[in-house]
T-cell receptor
Framework: GAVVSQHPSWVICKSGTSVKIECRSL??????MFWYRQFPKQSLMLMAT?????????EQGVEKDKFLINHASLTLSTLTVTSAHPEDSSFYIC????????????FGDGTRLSIL | GESVGLHLPTLSVQEGDNSIINCAYS??????FIWYKQESGKGPQFIID?????DKRQGQRVTVLLNKTVKHLSLQIAATQPGDSAVYFC??????????????FGQGTILTVHP
């Protein structure tokens, strides 16, 4: 149980294009979803938190106009990297949590984004 | 701000040995902790969690110990296998304020198991 699917797993695109990443909870309803960024050999850094039907809450230093988050249903959240540039290249990982804050987050397998 | 850190960034063990991975946390108000395993190119995988009203919790081949007095968390893996090789993260679940319900991850420990 508690499976989170993330798609695509890997994407390469030209600078200036926008990229959408999907995160789905397959066997549970996710009231809250999270988006993280991870650089090589480093820990996970929280970018934003989204609750179904509400606007996402962004961490300090994360540009909300650059990283658009939509959480339209209890099983789907999307992250769109707008006008991507090489410095946006990274490993993006989503997680989902079913209920109360003192429940574990379950993670997708990440999306490797490379901007040329 | 609050942080969760690890004492040992790397750990090498022989197959069959027991492994212990340590973590220090700084927020004494934290009431929930999670250990995750991350294999190369994948997302973190839930291993075990513990709440602050407990000091020990056991799973299959894994045990988590919580010492609230010194704000220390450890993950013990029994009979370590090559498939256990990965990066292990402890994570602290924020208990209040702007960190409420959010995970703060430690720096990670690379566990390498030699056959």
């Amino acid at each position: 149980g508690a499976v989170v699917s993330q798609h695509p797993s890997w994407v390469i695109c030209k600078s200036g294009t926008s990229v959408k990443i999907e995160c789905r909870s397959l066997d549970f309803q996710a009231t809250t979803m999270f988006w993280y960024r991870q650089f090589p050999k480093q820990s996970l850094m929280l970018m934003a938190t989204s609750n179904e039907g509400s606007k996402a809450t962004y961490e300090q230093g994360v540009e909300k106009d650059k990283f658009l988050i939509n959480h339209a249903s209890l099983t789907l959240s999307t992250l769109t990297v707008t006008s991507a540039h090489p410095e946006d290249s990274s490993f993006y990982i989503c997680s989902a949590r079913a209920g109360y804050p003192n429940q574990p987050q379950h993670f997708g397998d990440g999306t490797r984004l490379s901007i040329l | 701000g609050e942080s969760v850190g690890l004492h040992l960034p790397t750990l090498s063990v022989q197959e069959g040995d027991n492994s212990i991975i340590n973590c220090a946390y700084s927020n004494s108000a934290s009431d929930y902790f999670i250990w995750y395993k991350q294999e190369s190119g994948k997302g973190p995988q839930f291993i075990i969690d513990i709440r602050s009203n407990m000091d020990k919790r056991q799973g299959q081949r894994v045990t988590v110990l919580l010492n609230k007095t010194v704000k220390h968390l450890s993950l013990q893996i029994a009979a370590t296998q090559p498939g256990d090789s990965a990066v292990y993260f402890c994570a602290e679940n924020g208990s209040g304020g702007t960190s409420y319900g959010k995970l703060t991850f430690g720096q990670g420990t690379i566990l390498t198991v030699h056959p």
